[in-house]
Nanobody
Framework: QVQLVESGGGLVQAGGSLRLSCAAS????????VGWFRQGPGKEREFVGI??????YYADSVKGRFTIYKDNSKNTLYLQMNSLKPEDTAVYYC???????????????????WGQGTQVTVSS
């Protein structure tokens, strides 16, 4: 079992920054990759970025503004979000994959564990 807990969400003005955290516990050694997703009001859950075994990847909508990095000593993955826009408003989730899969990083169904989410609201 793996537990994921997100934190760091809040209300920020457009152009501002937030840093989200995803703290992992349990069988963390079994994690192959951890992704960030978001779900805005009335929208499907969408891929934001992934910390994989060898690299990080980002959705085009956040590339250049968001950065994913990891603190191994704390078993925590971070999502640094800069130059936030109102369209970034969503509940943000982290999710863990336990093994390599041929499916795309953006395939929601390919993740084994999910956190509870943290709300990010960007005002204009």
């Amino acid at each position: 079992q793996v537990q994921l807990v997100e934190s760091g969400g809040g209300l920020v003005q457009a152009g501002g920054s937030l840093r989200l955290s995803c703290a992992a516990s349990g069988r963390t050694f079994s994690i192959y990759a951890v992704g960030w997703f978001r779900q805005g009001p009335g929208k499907e859950r969408e891929f934001v970025g992934i910390w994989g075994s060898t690299n990080t990847y980002y959705a085009d909508s956040v590339k250049g503004r968001f950065t994913i990095y990891k603190d191994n000593s704390k078993n925590t993955l971070y999502l640094q979000m800069n130059s936030l826009k109102p369209e970034d408003t969503a509940v943000y989730y982290c999710a863990a994959r336990l093994e390599f899969r041929a499916s795309s990083w953006s395939d929601v169904s390919s993740y084994d564990y999910w956190g509870q989410g943290t709300q990010v609201t960007v005002s204009s």
